[in-house]
């Protein structure tokens, strides 16, 4: 059975560091692209980029290019998102992903999410 | 402002059949048959319901259907049951052709009531 067990929530502030981890499991890890998706709350959802474990060819939204980094543990099977440093407007739910074999854009498991938030 | 347009709300009554459009561009769903669905509801992760625009992952029942026309996709739910009320969010693809590396963009969401 796949699954994507994402870290903790985390109470962070302005300027700080953070890095959020997903455990993939049931899979072979190194053979699908898995990546991270934002919800604020109580808004839409964003895709942020996505990672090839097996290779760390790593695709970013424009929107996210240059604000995060996303990297690959081939030996812990962990993808992780990281900021240098955060900002208010990184509050939100942050999913981790996998996806679809065969496909492009298709999530086809979630993460539990981790919720970020962020105080000025 | 998300990349694909859905209408914020639909509703509809129990058993009734109601359809949400996505609307993108030739870049996006226009260019290819990668379009996704997928089923919020309130506090916990979104849930695949269609890819590849009309096909279904195991368990998820058939009266959730897709399809697409030229720029614009639709999920029609039939028979609609109370357990259907939630947020569905459209998905797409994108080219990168033209030097957008926006692989992949979202529909801004439609809350469906079942009245």
């Known amino acids: 059975e796949v699954q994507l067990v994402q870290s903790g929530a985390e109470v962070k502030k302005a300027g700080e560091s953070l890095k959020i981890s997903c455990k993939a499991s049931?899979?072979?890890?190194?053979?699908?692209?898995i990546g991270w998706v934002r919800q604020v709350p109580g808004k839409g959802l964003e895709w942020m980029g996505f990672?090839?474990?097996?290779?760390?060819?790593?695709r970013y939204s424009p929107s996210f290019q240059g604000q995060v980094t996303i990297s690959a543990d081939k030996s812990t099977t962990t993808a992780s998102l990281q900021w240098s440093r955060l900002k208010a407007s990184d509050t939100a739910v942050y999913y981790c992903?996998?996806?679809?074999?065969?496909?492009?854009?298709?999530?086809?498991?979630w993460g539990q999410g981790t919720l970020v938030t962020v105080s000025s | 402002q998300s990349a694909l347009t859905q209408p914020p709300s639909a509703s509809g009554s129990p058993g009734q059949s109601v359809t949400i459009s996505c609307t993108g561009s030739?870049?996006?769903?226009?260019?290819?048959?990668?379009v996704s669905w997928y089923q919020q509801h309130p506090g916990k992760a979104p849930k695949p319901i269609i890819y590849?625009?009309?096909k279904r992952p195991s368990g998820v029942p058939d009266r959730f259907s897709g399809s697409k026309s030229g720029n614009t996709a639709s999920l029609t739910v039939s028979g609609l049951q109370a357990e259907d009320e939630a947020d569905y969010f459209c998905?797409?693809?994108?080219?990168?052709?033209?030097?957008?590396?926006?692989?992949?963009?979202f529909g801004g969401g439609t809350k469906l009531t079942v009245l």
């Open positions: 992903v996998r996806v679809r074999d065969g496909d492009y854009s298709d999530f086809d498991y």
């Open positions: 049931g899979y072979t890890f190194t053979s699908s692209w």
């Open positions: 990672i090839y474990p097996g290779d760390s060819d790593t």
């Open positions: 030739a870049s996006d769903i226009g260019f290819s048959n990668y």
């Open positions: 590849q625009v009309t």
């Open positions: 998905s797409s693809y994108r080219s990168s052709y033209g030097g957008n590396n926006n692989r992949v963009v």
